[in-house]
Nanobody, 114 residues
Framework: QVQLVESGGGLVQPGESLRLSCAAS????????MGWYRQVPGKQRELVAE???????KYADSVKGRFTISRPSAKNTMYLQMNSLKPEDTAVYYC????????WGQGTQVTVSS
């Protein structure tokens, strides 16, 4: 059973940065695609960014140029570097690993507020 655990969330002011981590209990090479999603109360969970095992990336238009997703081959961890944060980035952020099955983490809260 694979477990994904997010960390790195918190409260920051607009314009500041955070780096989220998603640590896997086993190798992340089993995941063809890994991604970060976010959800606010009353809304559907939305894709923020995803990265394939070959390193191809995709971003939501709202975060392009500000967020960077990575999954270093030497680590069983995926990252989301979030720069120039805005209040509208406030959400619970989840990581997901997709292979034979989908695995989700428990989420980490990101709050951007002055």
């Amino acid at each position: 059973q694979v477990q994904l655990v997010e960390s790195g969330g918190g409260l920051v002011q607009p314009g500041e940065s955070l780096r989220l981590s998603c640590a896997a209990s086993g190798s992340i090479f089993r995941f063809v695609v890994m991604g970060w999603y976010r959800q606010v109360p009353g809304k559907q969970r939305e894709l923020v960014a995803e990265i394939t095992s070959s390193g191809s990336t995709k971003y939501a238009d709202s975060v392009k140029g500000r967020f960077t997703i990575s999954r270093p081959s030497a680590k069983n961890t995926m990252y989301l570097q979030m720069n120039s944060l805005k209040p509208e980035d406030t959400a619970v952020y989840y990581c997901k690993g997709s292979g034979s099955w989908d695995y989700w983490g428990q989420g980490t809260q990101v709050t951007v507020s002055s």
